[in-house]
């Protein structure tokens, strides 16, 4: 028992010397291959002698660094070219037996040399990168360097990634051209709808200038010959200031149009209740000719340009009493709901963000076929001598509105009155943020 | 009854310098100076005046001097800054309205088109004196 005890206790000491032993060995081994010492070792296993090298591990990079997109070069004290990887070589487009050994300089334009001197001689010490160009025979490349300096074949070696940046600057620079061109339609865009402001502006006040003579003379003809003229003659007299007044409202019309255009629009609370009775007390006079009832319901304070919204609302108004039946009293109701969307069956929300204004009438409509049709520029369904007007009221009624970031709508049957919609956002936040972008864009230039 | 306001137009336009005088010179509250038929010609009169008028009425579109050119000479001239200046043309647009109210004008009104129109344009400026 005691023999049998001793002889297990010799055995496991040299079964623990044995083991020792192996662990020596497999350190040794171990610094053997991290030191690069040998690349190979042989181990006894299971299965007899089986070779192991380092070759699994060296060989994926060495994949990796060959199937690598970028291009990968080292280079020794001297600046020459010890590696590099088949990329780098068809970068250039040279073979890679002609880049090695060649210094790297060679391929730095002559202006460039001195500063990448000066970036290898830093990168020794540390990381770096910097954007450069490198050039072959007839190419001209930009790169960008990523460079490490790391022990090679026991010698320190500076190992630089390049990464072509031909495709990148050609799309930056494409960006550039179309940035450019773009701001340059811009700018000419508005130059041309400036001019053609002016245009309109500069005309409208020259027109005016001839025509209210016609208008001076016309009256003093009236009021100073009355006796000398015949009866014919007065009313050819009376045409022409019934025309000469038209032509003023066309023209007023057409300057007040070519206002809207002009990027100028300054929002403020405006209580549309105001507004509304401001209109009222000017129609004072054809209300009571016409004998029209006008039910305004409480209409809410948005945020707008305070003289357009009054003459979209005085377009609303005048239309509503203009287009009346003959026989019947108009009666116009101007109501309002606020909405949760900008869409005209939104559902309805108090303090909602839209709100919709229905201006409704009595009086003759028209078919709803023509909805589109009236608020086009000049367009009129009624001849001129039905109803007076110069075609422009509803075409600036749809500016304003599309102005103010607003939809317009029209719903009507012919002889059943009309029904005006006009859905306006409370706030001009999201426009006065867009005028604000385009400022920018434009102050940039 | 106090004295006639004495009232200085400039206007290069024929036509309305007829519609002017023959509108106003019956006036009893008022008392015409000789109109000028541009700005320079206005100052030129000023100048060589010791009487100054109660009111100037400017043209805004006239040949050499314009109206708001002429209405910030005016102004800038301490002997005749504290005239009363009304702006006239034939459209008054916003900008206009804006330029003469900051350069100093009283007044700024578009040109009237009837024998009515001008007695109330004279009634306006009077109130303003």
């Given at each position: 028992?005691?023999?049998?005890?001793?002889?297990?206790?010799?055995?496991?000491?040299?079964?623990?010397?044995?083991?020792r032993?192996?662990?020596?060995?497999?350190?040794?081994?171990?610094d053997?291959?991290?030191?690069?010492?040998?690349?190979?070792?042989?181990?006894?296993?299971?299965?007899?002698?089986e070779?192991?090298?380092?070759?699994?591990a060296?060989?994926?990079?060495?994949?990796?660094?060959?199937?690598?997109?970028?291009?990968?070069?080292s280079?020794?004290?001297?600046?020459i070219?010890?590696?590099?990887?088949?990329?780098?070589?068809?970068?250039?487009?040279?073979?890679?037996?002609?880049?090695?050994?060649?210094?790297?300089?060679?391929?730095?334009?002559?202006?460039?040399?001195?500063?990448?001197?000066r970036?290898?001689?830093?990168?020794?010490?540390?990381?770096?990168?910097?954007?450069?160009?490198?050039?072959?025979?007839?190419?001209?490349?930009?790169?960008?360097?990523?460079?490490?300096?790391?022990?090679?074949?026991?010698?320190?070696?500076?190992?630089i990634?390049?990464?072509?940046?031909?495709?990148?600057?050609?799309?930056?620079?494409?960006?550039?051209?179309?940035?450019?061109q773009?701001?340059?339609?811009?700018?000419?865009?508005?130059?041309?709808?400036?001019?053609?402001?002016?245009?309109?502006?500069?005309?409208?006040?020259?027109l005016?200038?001839?025509?209210?003579?016609?208008?001076?003379?016309?009256?003093?003809?009236?009021?100073?010959?009355?006796?000398?003229?015949?009866?014919?003659?007065?009313?050819?007299?009376?045409?022409?200031?019934?025309?000469?007044?038209?032509?003023?409202?066309?023209?007023?019309?057409v300057?007040?149009?070519s206002?809207?255009s002009?990027?100028?629009?300054?929002?403020?609370?405006?209580?549309?209740?105001?507004?509304?009775?401001?209109?009222?007390?000017?129609?004072?006079?054809?209300?009571?000719?016409?004998?029209a009832e006008?039910?305004?319901?409480?209409?809410?304070?948005?945020?707008?340009?305070?003289?357009?919204?009054?003459?979209?609302?005085?377009?609303?108004?005048?239309?509503?009493?203009?287009?009346?039946?003959?026989?019947?009293?108009?009666?116009?109701?101007?109501?309002?709901?606020?909405?949760?969307?900008?869409?005209?069956?939104?559902?309805?929300?108090?303090?909602?963000?839209?709100?919709?204004?229905?201006?409704?009438?009595?009086?003759?409509?028209?078919?709803?076929?023509?909805?589109?049709?009236?608020?086009?520029?000049?367009?009129?369904?009624?001849?001129?001598?039905?109803?007076?007007?110069s075609?422009?009221?509803?075409?600036?009624?749809?500016?304003?509105?599309?102005?103010?970031?607003?939809?317009?709508?029209?719903?009507?049957?012919?002889?059943?009155?009309?029904?005006?919609?006009?859905?306006?956002?409370?706030?001009?936040?999201?426009?006065?943020?867009?005028?604000?972008a385009?400022?920018?864009?434009?102050?940039?230039? | 009854?106090?004295?006639?306001?004495?009232?200085?137009?400039?206007?290069?336009?024929?036509?309305?310098?007829?519609?002017?005088?023959?509108?106003?010179?019956?006036?009893?509250?008022?008392f015409?100076?000789?109109?000028?038929?541009?700005?320079?010609?206005?100052?030129?009169?000023?100048?060589?005046?010791?009487?100054?008028?109660?009111?100037?009425?400017l043209?805004?579109?006239?040949?050499?001097?314009?109206?708001?050119?002429?209405?910030?000479?005016?102004?800038?001239?301490?002997?005749?800054?504290?005239?009363?200046?009304?702006?006239?043309?034939?459209?008054?647009?916003?900008?206009?309205?804006?330029?003469?109210?900051?350069?100093?004008?009283?007044?700024?009104?578009?040109?009237?088109s009837?024998?009515?129109?001008?007695?109330?344009?004279?009634?306006?400026?009077?109130r303003?004196?």
């Amino acid at each position: 028992m005691e023999e049998q005890l001793t002889k297990s206790i010799e055995s496991l000491e040299a079964e623990l010397e044995e083991l020792r032993h192996q662990l020596y060995e497999a350190q040794e081994t171990i610094d053997a291959i991290r030191t690069g010492q040998i690349d190979a070792i042989v181990v006894n296993g299971s299965n007899g002698h089986e070779l192991y090298t380092l070759k699994t591990a060296d060989h994926s990079y060495r994949v990796f660094i060959e199937k690598m997109t970028e291009g990968v070069v080292s280079l020794n004290h001297e600046g020459i070219i010890l590696y590099c990887n088949s990329q780098f070589a068809s970068l250039l487009n040279m073979p890679i037996s002609r880049v090695i050994g060649t210094p790297f300089q060679d391929f730095v334009p002559e202006e460039n040399k001195r500063s990448i001197r000066r970036l290898f001689e830093e990168s020794w010490s540390k990381d770096c990168k910097e954007e450069v160009t490198l050039h072959t025979c007839d190419l001209e490349i930009p790169v960008l360097l990523s460079l490490t300096a790391l022990e090679f074949n026991e010698n320190m070696a500076l190992n630089i990634i390049v990464t072509d940046l031909t495709i990148q600057k050609r799309t930056q620079q494409q960006l550039e051209t179309t940035n450019a061109q773009l701001a340059e339609m811009n700018h000419e865009l508005e130059l041309s709808n400036h001019d053609l402001q002016q245009f309109a502006s500069v005309a409208s006040h020259d027109l005016q200038e001839p025509l209210r003579k016609i208008q001076m003379f016309s009256n003093l003809l009236k009021n100073q010959n009355k006796e000398i003229l015949s009866e014919e003659s007065q009313r050819f007299l009376d045409k022409i200031m019934n025309s000469s007044k038209r032509m003023k409202t066309l023209i007023l019309d057409v300057l007040s149009y070519s206002r809207l255009s002009a990027n100028n629009n300054v929002f403020e609370p405006v209580n549309l209740n105001d507004i509304t009775k401001e209109l009222l007390d000017d129609f004072e006079l054809i209300i009571q000719e016409k004998k029209a009832e006008i039910r305004v319901g409480d209409l809410p304070v948005i945020e707008a340009n305070r003289g357009q919204i009054r003459q979209v609302f005085q377009n609303m108004v005048s239309n509503a009493l203009k287009f009346s039946k003959p026989d019947l009293a108009p009666v116009i109701e101007i109501s309002s709901t606020y909405l949760v969307e900008k869409f005209f069956d939104g559902l309805p929300q108090p303090d909602g963000p839209y709100c919709l204004i229905r201006i409704k009438d009595n009086g003759i409509g028209f078919d709803q076929k023509y909805q589109n049709h009236i608020f086009a520029l000049f367009e009129r369904l009624h001849s001129k001598d039905s109803y007076e007007g110069s075609g422009i009221g509803l075409s600036i009624t749809k500016k304003i509105i599309e102005k103010h970031d607003g939809l317009v709508h029209v719903r009507s049957t012919s002889g059943e009155g009309a029904e005006f919609l006009l859905l306006l956002p409370v706030s001009q936040e999201k426009n006065k943020q867009h005028a604000s972008a385009q400022e920018d864009l434009i102050g940039r230039r | 009854m106090h004295l006639r306001k004495k009232i200085l137009l400039a206007e290069d336009d024929q036509d309305d310098q007829d519609f002017f005088h023959d509108f106003l010179h019956e006036r009893e509250d008022i008392f015409l100076l000789p109109i000028a038929s541009n700005g320079e010609e206005l100052l030129d009169y000023l100048a060589s005046t010791t009487e100054l008028p109660d009111a100037i009425i400017l043209d805004q579109n006239m040949p050499k001097l314009n109206g708001l050119q002429t209405l910030q000479l005016l102004k800038d001239t301490s002997r005749y800054s504290n005239i009363t200046v009304m702006v006239y043309s034939t459209s008054t647009d916003d900008s206009l309205i804006k330029r003469s109210s900051l350069l100093g004008a009283t007044l700024v009104v578009s040109k009237p088109s009837s024998y009515k129109g001008y007695q109330r344009m004279i009634d306006e400026l009077i109130r303003h004196l």
